[in-house]
């Protein structure tokens, strides 16, 4: 079965900083996509961020871009996000999603929640 376990969430006051972890177990980590998505209550999942595994390449939303980091330790099959300059509105669960996919598809449809294997999740909290 795969399993993707995220680690790190917490509270912290808005300027302050949180780095998730993602780590992949039972898949076939290397070529593929992985995300992280967030949902905060009564709003839509979206994408934060995504990284095409093979080569590192990077896709940002634009409300985190320049403050949110995604990198991947392949050895390690582990994905991370690093955020920094958290703002009250980045308070949400915070969810680690993985695809085995072509570039191609990373690099356009990242956003989409449209990957089979999701994580259970982990909280970040920013207050003001």
């Known amino acids: 079965d795969v399993q993707l376990v995220e680690s790190g969430g917490g509270s912290v006051q808005a300027g302050g900083s949180l780095r998730l972890s993602c780590a992949a177990s039972g898949y076939t980590y290397g070529t593929g996509c992985m995300g992280w998505f967030r949902q905060a209550p009564g709003k839509e999942r979206e994408g934060v961020t995504a990284?095409?595994?093979?080569?590192?390449?990077?896709y940002y939303a634009d409300s985190v871009e320049g403050r949110f980091t995604i990198s991947r330790d392949n050895a390690k099959s582990a994905v991370y996000l690093e955020m920094n300059s958290l703002k009250p509105e980045d308070t949400a669960m915070y969810y680690c999603?993985?695809?085995?996919?072509?570039?191609?598809?990373?690099?356009?449809?990242?956003?989409?929640?449209?990957?089979?294997?999701w994580g259970q999740g982990t909280q970040v909290t920013v207050s003001s």
């Open positions: 990284i095409y595994t093979d080569d590192g390449s990077t």
């Open positions: 999603a993985a695809r085995p996919a072509s570039h191609s598809w990373c690099s356009v449809l990242w956003a989409k929640p449209d990957f089979p294997y």
